[in-house]
């Protein structure tokens, strides 16, 4: 069965530190796609990246950047240089097989930025 | 170019009572999703609508209910609410891609409150 974890509850980081938020997924599925959303206080899921399973690229948007192990299933997140901003509750998500709308969303990691 | 637009944002209701929610995804996106988030539960995937069909359905009671219309457009309905209703309800839209998984942009919600 698929299943997303996100062992870090909730991280509290001064600003400016760089902050890795960790996802590990479980598939049967050899064709996949994984997700990072965030969620700020007014509740709209904010979509930040999707991978599929055929890329293990990793991949960096400014100060964000992904990495992606298929070898220990793991989808990690790390935001260089944290702001107050970036203060949310980040989720990793599966889709549930291939060309499936359903996410499976791990539990979040509530990430606090003090300035 | 506009989001995905979910009304009502608030509401509050008895158990008992029934409530219909709606969601406008945005202009071209053919694929509405409903997810349910709780303290408790987290984010658990209620149902997908593609072109007016129900592809996708969560394990929810058959009290959650759904549709779309031609326009795209989708409502949800729960029926007999219970206390364990209250919840942001997530409405979700994507461009149905030829392949694979596209990306989901998600509305602010609609914070249901059942008394």
């Known amino acids: 069965a698929q299943k997303v974890t996100q062992a870090q509850t909730e991280i509290s980081v001064v600003e400016k530190e760089d902050v890795t938020l960790d996802c590990v997924y479980e598939t049967r599925d050899t064709t996949y796609y994984l997700f990072w959303y965030k969620q700020p206080p007014s509740g709209e899921l904010v979509f930040l990246i999707r991978?599929?399973?055929?890329?293990?690229q990793n991949e960096i948007s400014g100060r964000y950047s992904w990495n992606f192990q298929k070898s220990t299933s793991s989808f990690n997140f790390t935001i260089t240089a944290s702001q107050v901003v970036d203060s949310a509750v980040y989720f990793c998500a599966l889709s549930e097989r291939d060309s499936s709308y359903k996410l499976i969303f791990g539990s979040g990691t509530r990430l606090l930025v003090r300035p | 170019k506009a989001g995905v637009t979910q009304t009502p944002r608030y509401l509050i209701k008895t158990r008992g009572q029934q409530v219909t929610l709606s969601c406008s995804p945005i202009?071209?996106?053919?694929?509405v999703s409903w997810y349910q988030q709780t303290p408790g539960q987290g984010l658990q995937f209620l149902f997908e609508?593609?072109?007016?069909?129900?592809?996708n359905k969560g394990n929810f009671p058959g009290r959650f209910s759904g549709r779309q219309f031609s326009n795209s457009r989708s409502e949800m309905n729960v029926s007999t609410l219970e206390l364990g209703d209250s919840a942001l309800y997530l409405c979700?839209?994507?461009?149905?891609?030829?392949?694979?998984?596209?990306?989901?942009?998600f509305g602010e919600g609609s914070r249901l409150t059942v008394l």
């Open positions: 979700a839209s994507s461009l149905v891609a030829a392949r694979g998984v596209g990306e989901l942009f």
């Open positions: 202009s071209g996106h053919r694929s």
């Open positions: 991978r599929n399973s055929f890329d293990e």
């Open positions: 609508y593609f072109s007016e069909t129900q592809r």
